[in-house]
């Protein structure tokens, strides 16, 4: 079993930055990468950016490109994401994601931990 346990996250003006990050215990071995989902309410989980353990390019999502930075580092089995110019639309519970196999759909995603509530006001 995987565990995934977040940090960070709480409230910012608009404009302001904001980091969290992800540490992952357990059976993370045979792992691809990991990432970060965000969810909003009423809104569907989505998909905000994706790192792997093998150092290829990180992906983003596109309403968060040139304003987040998606690192790691495997010797810790963390994942950070240090997100820029915050916007009310930003606001949601941010999820850690740890998937097995290459891509960032939610179907993707093996572990999930137990979200983070980022909430920027405007």
């Known amino acids: 079993q995987v565990r995934l346990v977040e940090s960070g996250g709480g409230l910012v003006q608009a404009g302001g930055s904001l980091g969290l990050s992800c540490v992952a215990s357990?059976?993370?071995?045979?792992?691809?990468?990991m990432g970060w989902f965000r969810q909003a309410p009423g809104k569907e989980r989505e998909f905000v950016a994706g790192?792997?353990?093998?150092?290829?390019?990180?992906v983003y999502a596109d309403a968060v490109k040139g304003r987040f930075t998606i690192s790691r580092n495997n010797a810790k089995n963390t994942v950070y994401v240090q997100m820029n110019s915050l916007k009310p639309e930003d606001t949601a519970v941010y999820y850690c994601?740890?998937?097995?196999?290459?891509?960032?759909?939610?179907?993707?995603?093996?572990?999930w931990g137990q979200g983070t509530q980022v909430t920027v006001s405007s």
């Open positions: 994601a740890l998937t097995r196999t290459a891509g960032w759909s939610r179907s993707s995603v093996d572990y």
């Open positions: 357990g059976r993370t071995f045979s792992s691809y990468g």
């Open positions: 790192i792997s353990w093998s150092g290829g390019p990180a």
